[in-house]
Every structure is written in structure tokens, then in C-alpha cells.
């Protein structure tokens, strides 16, 4: 039997985000106050006094918020001290990430939370910084000198905030090559190379485990939702409903085919394997498979306010078995979505959602993954998240942490003050 927060389906809309630090009166009181919840986080008092210094650079009217000029702002503020405060200190990351994490429950929390996973790049000029290298940038759009951290986020009827993070280290960085630019760059001598989507999923299995925030989904663009590991790390947990963007190419049959075994000798042992049988029909592409599907199935509706208006388009569903290197594996909901033109533009999406789902709530889920990349914009805009000029791996880290709690804070007293959103995101009730 599936657990209540399968079996329903929710349907809200995500304020926009509409604060502005200096339109709080009491904001500096406010600040050390949440400042005061991670003092057990920080070994020195120097450590949690220049805390409150970096995030009030964080949040100041100040136009590029690297260390240099944040200090020159702030005052009590140095270079020096800030410069060690991010690289050198030590704080207890863990601790601080499940004190944000209640904090972000209290204002944000919904059992119809979503966990989002995306990525996003950092574009940089030199080669020493940490995990730097030639690759693709969604923030330029193409590839290029940068890093890349994948985040997850978190979103609800009350909001969105990013919750965690790690940076992607490119393999070529484990090469006995980098060994001297490693050792420059503090990595930890027993990290390995990790693909984005096993970020994603050691970051989804820390988050679900502690089970301090409440969530119903988990939402993907098609890195992950092509990534057999991310979404079988997914489906151990079967009290959460994905929805996870896939390839157009992506393989599929849209009813079980039949499968058996088959012995063939190697190296002089005889040995079994599982083909499929014969006269089965070969998977197809999802974008074929898009092409098949008759008028009547298509619906159409309005998932967000765009600058012009409703952004609307039209949607449809399929119970699909998908192929995994030839062999049927799981069976699903295909989603399919595409725009409103004459030649149209297709989207694909997977869904383990129940069998009685309505079309309408994969419409709704389609639109939450806005959230995160509402998060990227706002922070590299409002608080400086890629305006950082650390090197260091443990630096990357903290710089984003403090960048996320930042954030977090304008929804904070958005939230407190009961300040009202101008608009919302998502298909209307």
C-alpha cells in the first residue's frame, strides 16, 4: 500500500520572492539574531563575529561582492580576516547544514515539499581554482573555463531555498597530472571523482535519511533522470513521487515484451543470459513515440506568468515500460510536453506516480523545477554567489554555504513580516 503522500495530489503555486534588505527597519537586529543560531558551528569568536560580517556583505547595497570590497563596506570588517574566515577557518559544516535545515522547516516546511537537483556553472579566467576546467556552462550557455556545483533545492507553497552542495570535481583533476594543483587547492587526499548525478544522489540520501524536512517529490532536469543510479537511488524510496526530465532518445515500450534466456558458451563455460524473445518489437524513441500520440490526448495548460503573459503548453501521458541497455526495466508514466506552435518543441519527462494520476499534476510538477534556477539567478544577483575569488576546495564550500543562508534569510523576513508576494508561479487552482 502507498504511503498518503502518493495518493495525493497537491496542487499550489510557489510565491516569487520580493524583498529587499533595506526596506527592514530592525534587519541588522534580525540578522544577528539568526547569525546567533550557528554559534555553536564556529570554534572561535573571531570566526562567528566575521560570519556576521561576510553575511552582511552578503546583503548590502554594495555592486560586487568579493571579500575585497564587502570589507571595504562593512563595518569592523577586514580583508584579512574575511580572506581566512572563508579559506582557513574551520566550522562544523555538517552541524550548520541541520541547523539550517530545521530553520528552513519552520518557514518553509510542507509535506508536499520538493527536493530540486540541478546544476550551475561559474565562470572563471585562470586555471587554479578548484575543479576548474573546459566545460560546459549552462550560466554562458556553452562550453568554457568553469566550475560547476550541483545543488539541491528545496520548495513549497511557502517558498524555495537552496539546501545543499557540492562542487564537481572533473576527473582529469585525479590525475597523477593534477597532483601538484590538488595538493594548491586543499582537495581532501580521499576524495574521488564523482559524476554529477552521484552528487545528487549521495546529497538525496543525507537529506531523505535525516527526514528533518517533509517532501512528497523529487525533481530533475534529464543529467539525472537519464542517470539509472540517481533514479535507483529514488526508488528505494517509494513514499516519494519523481519527476525527472529525460532525453529525447530515450527507449521505451509501451507495453511489457517478453523476455527469456538464453545459454551461450564463453571462454569454454557455459553461461546464461536474459535477451529479448523473439518477434518482440524494439523499444522506441520517446520522440517517435510522441509523434503517434492522437489529438484527443493532448491538454492543454498554463504552468507560470511569463513577462508577456500565461506560458502555456500542451500536455500528455503514457504508461511506458523503459529499456535499459536493450531489456525492459521499470515501468512508468512517459510525460510528454510541448509548446504551442506549429512546429512545436518537446519536452520528456518519467513519473513512478501512481496509475490514477491526473495529467493536470504532472502539468503542476513540470513547473517547480523554476524554483532552483530562481535560486541561482537571486543568489549570484542579490548576494553575491559568483562574484567569489576563493581557490581553495574547502573555500567553494563555505563561500556557498554562507551565500545559501543569505538567501534563505530574505525569505526569512518575507516570510516573518508577512510581506505579500506580487505573483506566483505554478498552474492556478
Known amino acids: 500500500m502507498l504511503p498518503n503522500s502518493r495518493c495525493i495530489e497537491p496542487d499550489y503555486q510557489v510565491p516569487q520572492f520580493n524583498v529587499v534588505a533595506d526596506e527592514v527597519e530592525d534587519f541588522h537586529d534580525r540578522l544577528k539574531g539568526f547569525k546567533e543560531y550557528f554559534h555553536p558551528c564556529f570554534q572561535r569568536s573571531e570566526s562567528r563575529e566575521n560570519f556576521l560580517l561576510y553575511l552582511s556583505g552578503q546583503l548590502s547595497e554594495v555592486e560586487r561582492k568579493?571579500?575585497?570590497?564587502?570589507?571595504?563596506r562593512v563595518d569592523g570588517a577586514t580583508i584579512r580576516g574575511l580572506q581566512r574566515f572563508i579559506s582557513n577557518s574551520k566550522w562544523d559544516e555538517a552541524q550548520m547544514l541541520d541547523i539550517y535545515h530545521g530553520l528552513i522547516n519552520e518557514d518553509l516546511g510542507d509535506r508536499h515539499g520538493a527536493l530540486l537537483f540541478d546544476e550551475t556553472g561559474f565562470l572563471k579566467k585562470g586555471n587554479d581554482s578548484a575543479g576548474v576546467a573546459r566545460q560546459y556552462c549552462g550560466t554562458a550557455g556553452k562550453v568554457d573555463n568553469c566550475q560547476v556545483g550541483v545543488f539541491c533545492a528545496y520548495v513549497s507553497s511557502y517558498g524555495y531555498s537552496l539546501l545543499d552542495k557540492r562542487l564537481y570535481i572533473p576527473e582529469k583533476w585525479f590525475s597523477n597530472e593534477f597532483k601538484e594543483r590538488r595538493s594548491k587547492c586543499e582537495i581532501p587526499e580521499d576524495q574521488e571523482f564523482k559524476t554529477k548525478p552521484q552528487l545528487a544522489t549521495e546529497m538525496f540520501r543525507e537529506i531523505a535519511s535525516k527526514e528533518t524536512l517533509p517532501f512528497s517529490y523529487?525533481?530533475?532536469?534529464?543529467?539525472?533522470?537519464?542517470s539509472s543510479e540517481f533514479v535507483d537511488a529514488l526508488a528505494e524510496r517509494d513514499e516519494f513521487t519523481y519527476f525527472l526530465s529525460v532525453h529525447k532518445d530515450t527507449r521505451c515500450w509501451t507495453s511489457q515484451p517478453r523476455v527469456r534466456e538464453k545459454q551461450y558458451t564463453y571462454r569454454g563455460k557455459t553461461k546464461t543470459k536474459t535477451v529479448l524473445d523473439k518477434k518482440q518489437p524494439q523499444p522506441v524513441r520517446v520522440d517517435e513515440l510522441a509523434q503517434q500520440i492522437n489529438p484527443y490526448q493532448w491538454y492543454r495548460f498554463k504552468v507560470s506568468e511569463g513577462t508577456k503573459g500565461p506560458i502555456v503548453y500542451e500536455f500528455a501521458k503514457k504508461r511506458v515500460v523503459l529499456s535499459n541497455h536493450g531489456l525492459p526495466s521499470r515501468r512508468v508514466w512517459l510525460i510528454i510536453k510541448r509548446t504551442v506552435s506549429d512546429e512545436p518543441e518537446y519536452s520528456f519527462y518519467i513519473s513512478n506516480a501512481q496509475k490514477s494520476?491526473?495529467?493536470?499534476?504532472?502539468?503542476?510538477?513540470?513547473?517547480?523545477?523554476?524554483?532552483?534556477?530562481?535560486?541561482?539567478?537571486?543568489?549570484?544577483?542579490?548576494?553575491?554567489?559568483?562574484?567569489?575569488e576563493v581557490r581553495k576546495f574547502r573555500a567553494w564550500h563555505h563561500h556557498m554555504l554562507v551565500c545559501m543562508l543569505a538567501h534563505f534569510f530574505l525569505w526569512h523576513l518575507k516570510i516573518a513580516m508577512g510581506k505579500k508576494s506580487t505573483g506566483y508561479y505554478g498552474i492556478a487552482a
Do not use: H
Open 357 to 388: 494520476t491526473r495529467l493536470r499534476t504532472f502539468a503542476w510538477l513540470s513547473g517547480l523545477r523554476w524554483a532552483i534556477e530562481q535560486c541561482f539567478e537571486e543568489a549570484k544577483s542579490i548576494v553575491g554567489m559568483d562574484q567569489y
Open 218 to 226: 523529487v525533481v530533475s532536469d534529464s543529467l539525472y533522470g537519464n
Open 66 to 72: 568579493s571579500i575585497e570590497p564587502m570589507a571595504m
